[in-house]
């Protein structure tokens, strides 16, 4: 039983846009189409529309070292990203681990694959 996934790409942009792009919580609609279907700012932080129903989610980054933890509703430990320059483009490493109550085959088939394909479109969106 696989219980988490990390999961890379690289991408051709600089590692500058790259961190301003994937650290801003807005963003992450255009290319967390399978987990995120609406985000917003509100007086108390931010609110994102999941599969899972409407919750906070927060971020902590820090572009000295790459740092782009995500947190998600009420959890106390953040789902880890970094963002890590490789000569004139970025890696992006993505720590997924599995939702408590999700079922191992829906983890296998959906939950991995559909982070690998997020990836893939963050790149195409960084690559343009």
Do not use: H
């Amino acid at each position: 039983m696989k219980n988490m996934t990390a999961e890379t790409i690289s991408i051709q942009t600089a590692y500058t846009t790259a961190f301003e792009y994937i650290s801003n919580p807005l963003n992450q609609k255009e290319w967390a189409i399978n987990f995120i279907k609406d985000i917003w700012e509100t007086n108390d932080g931010f609110v994102a529309n999941t599969p899972l129903g409407e919750m906070p989610i927060k971020f902590e980054s820090d572009i000295k070292t790459g740092v782009i933890d995500i947190y998600l509703g009420n959890e106390k430990k953040p789902i880890p990203t970094r963002l890590i320059e490789n000569g004139e483009g970025c890696a992006y490493i993505f720590a997924l681990q599995k939702p408590t109550n999700m079922p191992e085959e829906m983890w296998e088939k959906e939950g991995i694959p559909g982070l690998i394909e997020e990836l893939e479109l963050l790149k195409t969106i960084l690559e343009k």
